[in-house]
């Protein structure tokens, strides 16, 4: 009987292991898929020498895939008295979840775009 309790609790601590550890690499890969997004849509605007049509585009598809009104904002910088864009910068805003663990954050990316 006794090692029937030792086995049973061994599983259990076994399975929780594993559930966290599969929270824990899914919400890293949600992070770097964030990271990967951001990256995309910085080539977007820069290939497209800051076009509003693109960047409202790659704004709509940041609102599909990480929610929220403004996921991805993007401050141009142009000189004083100018309409040359110098650069701009591009910030995601995206939830992090752990789901076992009840953690939940709005976490950040940022990029400048040359």
Request: charged share 20%.
């Amino acid at each position: 009987m006794d090692t029937v309790i030792k086995a049973m609790t061994g599983l259990f601590f076994t399975l929780l292991l594993v559930y966290i550890g599969i929270g824990l690499i899914l919400s890293s890969l949600h992070a770097t898929r964030a990271n990967r997004a951001l990256s995309e849509y910085v080539d977007r605007i820069s290939c497209s020498n800051y076009a509003d049509d693109v960047i409202e585009g790659c704004q709509k598809d940041a609102r599909e895939q990480f929610g929220g009104e403004n996921a991805l904002i993007v401050d141009k910088q142009t000189r004083a008295g100018s309409n040359h864009v110098r650069f701009a910068t591009a910030t995601l805003t995206y939830r992090f979840q752990i789901p076992v663990m009840g953690f939940e954050s709005v976490h950040t990316a940022w990029a400048v775009i040359h």
